[in-house]
């Protein structure tokens, strides 16, 4: 393993420390004051520096977010309310807002994008012919059940730091969906894998969308900061593009006022059938590369958020178009699983230091493909 600049064994290691945590390792907490209170956590650190918060207790996304002291998540300022304060028919389906916060909001898993009214007679109970969604679902707001938090040490003397947890949204005469979330990071490592399996645990056949808003915030995302992506087109951009005009690929400096701009972008997966986009910083020494199978999530959101006292970027995987529930069921593209049916999501963010990390991904994402200015 690499540990702080030095090449050592799991061995070499233990000789040197008493209790390997204080290099690397997982800690179980609760947070416990204001609207966080009672929310369950579980911190990830390793020895290269990176330092990820899992919210057990809301639906097992990523909270803060650190390399080496640096923050790379986005916070908002609403913190990371507790599941219970959560409003989820309040302002017209839009207050999934009050709990947006975090590295990862995950978005689902019957519904995702605008809300409104669906049909709901494939469930078959009378007095619930529609079922009314909010903006992205009702995912966010589920506490997990935290299956697994430990260490695993190979044959070789490697060490995975491995945090699994399941979510299950249902609801007496309609879904019953579950999420099982795994997380992995190295020891030493600089990257973080997600893999997620949902699956339908009930009998009727059930819609499910699924959609990741990883948030990036400062010192990442700043005046100059590059998005890289191999994009084949842009399907769509929200009407706030052609008015302010602010560009897709390099971020200005946080404006006061700054309307959201969001762009659907088609994107070219590379020989491996995987997606590829990224973050470099205005000098080229600094980046995050997000990846995922291109099978799972085919479709692609840039969401920027310039605004002052906000400033972010979010990075979207989706399973669907930004048509979103209507679209897809018009168009027949919704996914729809049956008892026992299940879909999987492999997803890694990786941190680039350095310029020769940068210039790797951008070649990397330039083979699978070139994107307009």
Same mark, same amino acid.
């Given at each position: 393993? &690499?540990?702080?600049? &030095? =090449?050592?064994t799991?061995a070499?290691?233990?000789?040197?420390?008493?209790?390997?945590s204080?290099?690397?390792?997982? &800690?179980?907490?609760?947070?416990?004051?204001g609207? +966080?209170?009672?929310?369950?956590?579980? *911190?990830l &650190?390793?020895a290269?520096?990176l330092e @990820?918060?899992?919210?057990?207790?809301?639906?097992f996304?990523?909270?803060s977010?650190?390399y080496?002291? !640096?923050?790379l998540?986005?916070?908002?300022? =609403?913190?990371? %309310?507790h599941?219970?304060?959560?409003e989820? =028919?309040?302002?017209?389906?839009?207050?999934?807002?009050? !709990?947006?916060?975090?590295?990862?909001?995950?978005g689902?898993?019957?519904? $995702?994008l605008?809300?409104?009214?669906?049909?709901?007679?494939?469930?078959?109970?009378? /007095?619930k012919? $529609?079922?009314s969604?909010?903006l992205?679902? %009702?995912l966010?707001a589920?506490?997990?059940?935290?299956?697994?938090a430990?260490?695993?040490?190979g044959?070789?003397?490697?060490?995975?730091?491995? @945090?699994?947890? +399941? @979510?299950v949204? #249902?609801?007496?005469?309609?879904?019953?969906?579950?999420?099982?979330? $795994?997380?992995?990071?190295d020891f030493?490592?600089h990257?973080?894998?997600l893999?997620?399996?949902?699956?339908n645990?009930?009998?009727?056949r059930?819609?499910?969308?699924f959609?990741y808003?990883? =948030?990036?915030?400062?010192p990442?995302?700043?005046?100059?900061?590059?998005?890289?992506? #191999?994009?084949?087109? $842009?399907?769509?951009?929200?009407?706030?593009?052609?008015?302010?005009? @602010?560009?897709?690929?390099?971020?200005?400096? /946080?404006?006061k006022?700054?309307?959201?701009q969001?762009?659907?972008?088609?994107?070219l #997966? *590379?020989?491996?059938?995987?997606?590829?986009?990224a973050?470099?910083?205005?000098?080229s020494?600094?980046g995050?590369?997000?990846?995922?199978d291109a099978a799972?999530? /085919?479709?692609?959101?840039?969401?920027?958020n310039?605004?002052?006292?906000?400033y972010?970027i979010?990075l979207? /995987?989706s399973t669907h178009?930004?048509?979103? *529930?209507?679209?897809?069921?018009d168009?027949?593209?919704?996914?729809?699983l049956?008892?026992?049916?299940s879909?999987?999501? %492999?997803?890694?963010?990786?941190?680039?230091?350095?310029?020769?990390?940068?210039?790797?991904?951008?070649?990397?994402?330039? !083979?699978?493909?070139?994107?307009?200015?």
């Amino acid at each position: 393993m &690499r540990i702080f600049d &030095r =090449n050592l064994t799991r061995a070499e290691l233990a000789e040197r420390t008493g209790d390997l945590s204080a290099v690397a390792g997982i &800690r179980q907490v609760v947070l416990d004051n204001g609207l +966080e209170r009672g929310v369950r956590a579980i *911190d990830l &650190r390793t020895a290269a520096g990176l330092e @990820v918060e899992v919210l057990v207790d809301r639906a097992f996304d990523l909270g803060s977010a650190r390399y080496r002291g !640096a923050p790379l998540g986005w916070r908002s300022g =609403n913190g990371f %309310r507790h599941p219970g304060l959560h409003e989820h =028919n309040d302002e017209g389906g839009l207050s999934w807002l009050r !709990a947006l916060d975090g590295l990862l909001v995950s978005g689902g898993l019957d519904h $995702t994008l605008f809300g409104g009214d669906v049909d709901a007679t494939g469930y078959a109970y009378p /007095p619930k012919r $529609t079922v009314s969604h909010g903006l992205h679902g %009702r995912l966010t707001a589920i506490p997990a059940r935290l299956l697994e938090a430990r260490e695993i040490v190979g044959d070789d003397g490697s060490s995975v730091l491995r @945090v699994v947890g +399941e @979510v299950v949204q #249902a609801t007496s005469f309609g879904e019953h969906l579950r999420l099982t979330r $795994t997380i992995e990071l190295d020891f030493d490592g600089h990257e973080i894998r997600l893999h997620d399996l949902v699956d339908n645990l009930g009998f009727e056949r059930t819609p499910h969308m699924f959609l990741y808003h990883l =948030n990036f915030g400062w010192p990442l995302v700043d005046e100059g900061t590059e998005f890289v992506a #191999a994009i084949d087109s $842009t399907l769509w951009a929200s009407d706030s593009v052609a008015v302010q005009g @602010v560009s897709y690929r390099k971020l200005p400096q /946080p404006q006061k006022g700054f309307v959201e701009q969001v762009f659907e972008h088609e994107l070219l #997966a *590379d020989e491996e059938g995987r997606h590829r986009v990224a973050l470099l910083s205005a000098d080229s020494g600094f980046g995050v590369e997000v990846s995922w199978d291109a099978a799972g999530m /085919p479709h692609f959101f840039e969401w920027q958020n310039l605004r002052s006292g906000q400033y972010a970027i979010g990075l979207e /995987p989706s399973t669907h178009h930004v048509t979103g *529930d209507a679209g897809a069921r018009d168009d027949g593209s919704m996914i729809w699983l049956e008892h026992g049916q299940s879909r999987e999501y %492999r997803t890694t963010i990786r941190i680039l230091e350095g310029s020769d990390a940068v210039d790797a991904a951008r070649r990397t994402i330039r !083979a699978a493909g070139d994107q307009p200015e």
